[in-house]
């Protein structure tokens, strides 16, 4: 009994075993289920048997000829083995293929595998081996990389039909001067394609102009807390002596309130400073609590 147990269990590893390698890094959105890992790997394939190339030196994706030389396809009489390959969802469109769809920086690519011939294909399509199924290609950092050891070309008009230094993208659109802080914020890389000097770019605007949210209050309710949480952002356009300058003859809103040098806890200064001391710091020093704590006995309460 027990070994029939554990053949039941070994026969039951195996079995996904080979679904893990099947199906690992399939990419199912084009309606297969296909891993370059177990191909290159166990099948000890190479790109070229599968990827033929047209006259403009593009990889072209295999057909079913190309597939039939190492599978047997009937396709006059489909059965439950091409489930093997297609999906569900393919199956019930007739095992209909979708074409994958070009990211958006690969659109207006001009691009030549020929021209690359020397290098191997993992260079570039990394997820190839790493079992992440299909790869759109390396990012434009990468390219640029190889091309700057390599003395290849780095204008964009070598590689891109479209897409310019001097022209905006599409996302550029109207409103993108109240999006772009988040953009930049999500994808620095991108930005820097076109606009290498943050300095020489950004910094000549937001010197100038201020950003929406300083409002006519913003400097009585709003710039404190901001800069409470995140001081790194404030220092984009301000630096120590911009806050100091002003802080030193003007004390801060809640410095005015009548019970702000409460020796109670609720709403004064202990309460402020206990909360965040390192906001009393800005202007004030230790010591200079000494001159009122020294003689007080402080209570918990």
């Not at 399509?125 to 003395?151: I, W, Y």
């Not at 984009?236 to 003859?249: E, L, M, N, P, V």
């Amino acid at each position: 009994m027990f070994k029939q147990k554990r053949d039941l269990v070994w026969a039951g590893l195996a079995v996904i075993a080979v679904l893990a390698l099947l199906l690992g890094g399939c990419r199912q959105s084009v309606g297969l289920k296909f891993s370059h890992r177990f191909h290159i790997e166990e099948q000890e394939a190479g790109c070229d048997d599968c990827h033929k190339t047209d006259d403009d030196g593009n990889r072209l994706a295999p057909t079913m000829d190309e597939c039939r030389a190492c599978h047997e396809i009937d396709e006059d009489n489909p059965g439950e083995e091409c489930l093997t390959c297609h999906t569900p969802k393919s199956v019930e469109q007739d095992y209909e293929i979708e074409s994958p769809e070009k990211p958006e920086g690969f659109k207006d690519l001009i691009f030549s595998h020929d021209v690359h011939s020397d290098f191997k294909c993992e260079q570039c399509h990394t997820a190839v081996n790493d079992g992440k199924g299909f790869s759109p290609g390396p990012e434009m950092k990468t390219c640029l990389k190889c091309h700057k050891a390599n003395d290849g070309p780095t204008d964009c008009e070598s590689c891109h039909k479209e897409i310019r230094q001097e022209k905006a993208p599409e996302s550029h659109s109207q409103g993108w001067e109240g999006k772009h802080g988040f953009a930049y914020r999500m994808d620095k890389k991108s930005c820097t394609y076109c606009h290498p000097s943050r300095q020489a770019f950004c910094e000549k605007c937001h010197r100038t102009e201020k950003p929406r949210d300083h409002t006519f209050g913003w400097k009585t309710t709003g710039h404190g807390m901001e800069a409470t949480h995140d001081r790194r952002l404030c220092a984009t356009c301000h630096d120590a002596g911009y806050c100091i300058s002003c802080h030193k003859r003007q004390k801060p809103v809640s410095h005015f309130r009548g019970d702000w040098m409460n020796y109670g806890r609720e709403n004064g200064h202990g309460e402020a400073a206990r909360r965040n001391f390192r906001s009393c710091n800005v202007c004030h020093e230790t010591s200079q609590c000494m001159h009122c704590h020294k003689g007080i006995i402080l209570r918990k309460q």
